[in-house]
């Protein structure tokens, strides 16, 4: 099995700094992209920064320039530094690996169970 652990979520003040954080342990073997999205009340999920094995990323334009994402092969842990928030970032924040599990031929998306990531204005 893989668990992924998040950390890091809270509450911030409009223009402040968060910095979540999401390990992979388990059986996991291999890993491909990992990456965070959110999702808002009311609102559909979304994707907010996917970094991939070679360490290319992309980011939804509504966070470029503010939002920095970055992994650790050695921790199989990803990261998401947040800064210059704005209350449209709140949001339930959550990380997802696509990896391949021990004894398996495939990769597969794992998710993490979300992180609050509150703004106020």
């Known amino acids: 099995q893989v668990q992924l652990v998040e950390s890091g979520g809270g509450l911030v003040q409009a223009g402040g700094s968060l910095r979540v954080s999401c390990a992979a342990s388990?059986?996991?073997?291999?890993?491909?992209?990992m990456g965070w999205h959110r999702q808002a009340p009311g609102k559909q999920r979304e994707l907010v920064a996917v970094?991939?094995?070679?360490?290319?990323?992309n980011y939804a334009d509504s966070v470029k320039g503010r939002f920095a994402i970055s992994r650790d092969n050695a921790k199989n842990t990803v990261y998401l530094q947040m800064n210059s928030l704005k209350p449209e970032d709140t949001a339930v924040y959550f990380c997802y690996v696509n990896g391949m599990e021990s004894g398996s031929y495939y990769y597969r998306d794992y998710w993490g169970q979300g992180t609050q990531v509150t703004v106020s204005s």
């Open positions: 388990g059986s996991i073997f291999s890993i491909n992209r």
């Open positions: 970094i991939r094995s070679g360490g290319s990323t």
